[in-house]
């Protein structure tokens, strides 16, 4: 069972994570969602096509003009508070690496802290115990906050995931967080190449054997750019080919930009995989 703020889902069930990103300079949409109005329409959109955990985040993940503690607080806080107002069932998350940041948007009615980069501060798995909040987990192959990957090498990709990954996860467990609220994210693109990310992918199941949820965030991203050679806008059916394959691994969780084709994508896979009944079933039966 997982259990995020007031939701609870079932072992097998997946879930959608939707991003809004409260930056000026994303890599995807180029700050459309950095003013309020767009952002929280974003989320109503989100919500209303099926996802069940809103991402929030003040820091575009790549290299960029230097954002500093107060600034992603001032981006981030005050969002927090008016999603939690507006939808009081959603699960709110926040995708920092900064524990006093994390401790901001807790006091405003964040569920879950999604600490992309690793664990770089050991303060904020401390801030998630504290507030009794979520907390992911992330392999980030020990790279610095908003720094590219360059030759970086690993005797075994998958094994530095599960030996970092695992290990944040029980550390947050020994300091509190709920055991049903840690997810582990192999994150992808985050200190790898595109091979190395390929590879997560398809040993995913190995860190679904480990017991702990398995949170993916593969929506649009460099690895599947660079596999089909196509630029930020044409990544959508590169991302959901490898959604499916995550959700065939038993993946749980899934943090995307377009909610509605990823509903669609997990939908089928569930059914294939006999845990879902068709939506209708008409076909043979007139």
């Known amino acids: 069972m997982l259990r995020l703020g007031r939701r609870e889902f079932d072992t097998h069930e997946p879930v959608i994570m939707a991003i809004v990103n409260r930056t000026p300079d994303s890599f995807y949409d180029q700050g459309a969602t950095f003013r309020d109005e767009p952002a929280l329409a974003r989320v109503e959109q989100a919500v209303a096509e099926g996802a069940a955990i809103i991402d929030i985040g003040g820091v575009k993940a790549g290299p960029g003009e230097d954002v500093t503690a107060e600034e992603e607080a001032r981006r981030t806080v005050g969002f927090v508070a008016e999603v939690r107002r507006r939808f009081p069932d959603v699960v709110i998350s926040v995708d920092t690496w900064r ?5 901001a948007v807790c006091e405003a009615g964040a569920d879950l802290l999604n600490d992309a980069w690793g664990g770089v501060d050991p303060g904020l798995a401390e801030v998630a115990a504290r507030y009794g909040v979520g907390l992911v987990c992330t392999h980030a192959g020990g790279a610095e906050p908003r720094t590219r990957p360059h030759r970086v090498t690993y005797d075994d990709v998958m094994a530095d995931i599960l030996r970092v990954t695992v290990g944040l996860a029980e550390r947050a467990l020994g300091l509190g967080v709920p055991r049903e609220s840690i997810l582990i994210d192999p994150g992808h693109d985050f200190g790898k190449n595109t091979r190395h ?4 992918t398809r040993r995913l199941g190995e860190m679904v054997e480990t017991g702990w949820p398995v949170l993916v965030s593969l ?3 460099d690895f599947v750019g660079e596999t089909l050679d196509k630029p930020v806008k044409e990544r959508v059916v590169g991302t959901l080919a490898t959604t499916a394959v995550s959700a065939w691994l038993g993946a749980q969780v899934y943090r995307v930009h377009e909610v509605a084709e990823t509903r669609q994508v997990l ?3 569930a059914s294939i995989a006999g845990r ?5 079933a008409r076909r043979g039966l007139a």
């Open 197 to 200: 990310s390929l590879e997560a």
């Open 276 to 280: 879902r009944p068709p939506a209708v």
């Open 267 to 269: 939908d089928m896979v």
């Open 219 to 221: 929506s649009n991203k």
């Open 99 to 103: 524990a006093s940041v994390g401790a």
